[in-house]
């Protein structure tokens, strides 16, 4: 039991016309160094001001010179990582929809694409290119769209080069619909979460209403670890693939001193998806803990215990860091880890080892080196199995706030420090490779309800139940056991 105490347990807490496009080599190798070298693309040269250089790396540049740098022309198109490099950071500085309404703006006046009877053969050298950057802004960026001065400029600039020519009609309307689409199942997603979470109640209301002997628990439901480790892998896939990249971004927005005191997002921050991905993390360590401290024989609990210490090393082995992580969280909570005579019939070495990997000391050193290891298996894969790669997400928001903190989003000129935000891309994109993958394991309709909507204890209600299994060792225990015992049973 030694590892299980301490203060580090408190501590525990990711196409269209491609014969008239440049080619561009594979979107995360491309973000692997610090920006991209414009010689390695066509592109056109600094004429319109206000962008900085380094080694051939863009590292700063005015936000307008930045979004020039955007918009395609008959002879130049923006590479790949640019374009999800600024699409995700110009949120900080202005608003997408006012974005969006610049390029459209830019696009149509230097195209002459509102003058009658646009000259054909023109529109067929730049419709692609304007199209391709739609295509990408949809495709990695859709929730921009759910805002409808967004969709309403979309609309009208597919419009004009629809309108100029017939071939475009087609690609446009498979754009929108597949634009759509996106949107409607992050609808039908959102409705889900809110109806799981309107059907979880208290496990100690579900106590009183129901004898002991009926209640189910995890290993009755799934008395297979493996299954559950899969099990959970579909849970975290799933809700991983709904985090937008712009989520990281928006988490963490700031008032822009140089935009007249108005932030980007000051009223609505668009983080939804992300905030419901955390809360299952807690979620999921609550209910390892509720799991625990149930069974009224110490047996039983320790044979749980061992059951999601199984659980967790297959977690480990598939590369879901985070249900790994939630459920180590969850047996260090203090109510699990002062259950002393159970601990002490539980066989601890694959928790020790499974302690370590996840160790906190050094920045989590030795939970990154086996991330890198399971991101080069992904890399490598042959299989889907082989390509999944689950973050501890906490872990990621951390690493991604403190870049931001540490770094200022504009130089002392005023100029955007483009240099910060080839590393933030950097670390989302990788995110957006993780988050792609298909979960390859068979879905049990029965464990993933149970795991969702389960009734779980709250901290006081398992303080609660750990005293009446292993009663108060000091008279601070004794105390709180008395004042739970008046306050919580008091509700039923």
């Not at 299980?4 to 408190?10: F, S």
């Not at 859709?142 to 017939?166: N, T, V, W």
Request: aromatic share 10%; glycine share 4%; hydrophobic share 35%.
């Amino acid at each position: 039991m030694g590892s299980l105490n301490g203060e580090r347990r408190r501590n525990l807490i990711p196409f269209l016309f491609e014969e008239s496009m440049p080619q561009t080599p594979a979107f995360a190798a491309m973000l692997s160094t610090s920006g991209y070298n414009r010689n390695l693309y066509q592109t056109k040269e600094d004429s319109y001001g206000g962008l900085y250089y380094h080694d051939n790396s863009l590292v700063s540049g005015s936000l307008e010179a930045l979004i020039q740098h955007l918009v395609p022309s008959v002879d130049y198109y923006p590479d790949r990582t640019y374009i999800f490099t600024f699409l995700l950071s110009s949120r900080l500085f202005i608003h997408p929809s006012e974005l969006m309404a610049k390029v459209c703006q830019l696009c149509v006046e230097q195209q002459r694409l509102n003058e009658p009877g646009t000259d054909k053969g023109r529109l067929r050298k730049i419709a692609p290119k304007i199209l391709q950057l739609l295509t990408e802004w949809t495709e990695t960026f859709p929730y921009d769209f759910r805002d409808e001065k967004m969709m309403q400029s979309l609309k009208e600039l597919m419009h004009k080069i629809a309108s100029g020519d017939e071939i475009y009609r087609k690609t446009v309307q498979q754009m929108t619909q597949s634009l759509i689409r996106k949107l409607t199942t992050l609808s039908q997603y959102e409705e889900v979460l809110v109806k799981i979470n309107a059907t979880v109640t208290d496990r100690l209301t579900v106590l009183k209403t129901k004898p002991q002997s009926i209640q189910r628990d995890i290993v009755t439901i799934c008395n297979d670890p493996y299954t559950l480790a899969q099990q959970l892998t579909h849970i975290e896939l799933e809700r991983l693939s709904y985090i937008g990249p712009e989520e990281f971004v928006q988490a963490f927005v700031h008032k822009d001193p140089l935009d007249n005191d108005k932030s980007c997002f000051s009223d609505h921050k668009k983080t939804s998806n992300l905030e419901a991905y955390v809360a299952w993390f807690n979620r999921l360590s609550y209910l390892v803990a509720t799991e625990i401290c149930m069974p009224v024989k110490k047996k039983h609990r320790a044979r749980v215990i061992e059951y999601f210490i199984d659980v967790a090393r297959e977690c480990f082995n598939i590369g879901n860091f985070n249900s790994l992580m939630a459920i180590i969280s969850g047996m260090n909570m203090s109510p699990v880890s002062r259950l002393k005579k159970t601990w002490a019939k539980v066989k601890t070495a694959k928790f020790d080892i499974l302690e370590h990997q996840m160790d906190p000391s050094s920045n989590f050193y030795n939970y990154r080196t086996a991330l890198r290891g399971a991101t080069q298996r992904s890399l490598t894969a042959h299989s889907s199995r082989e390509k999944i790669v689950i973050p501890f997400f906490s872990l990621l928001i951390k690493d991604i706030y403190f870049l931001n903190e540490r770094c200022a989003n504009r130089l002392p000129t005023g100029h955007v420090n483009f240099e910060k935000f080839w590393e933030l891309a950097k670390q989302v994109s990788e995110f957006m490779t993780w988050k792609q993958v298909e979960c390859p394991f068979e879905k049990d309709s029965k464990i993933l309800q149970y795991l969702l909507t389960a009734p779980v204890f709250s901290e006081d209600a398992l303080y609660l139940a750990s005293y009446e299994s292993e009663g108060p060792e000091n008279h601070i225990e004794k105390d709180r056991w008395k004042s739970l015992r008046s306050s919580l049973l008091s509700r039923i």
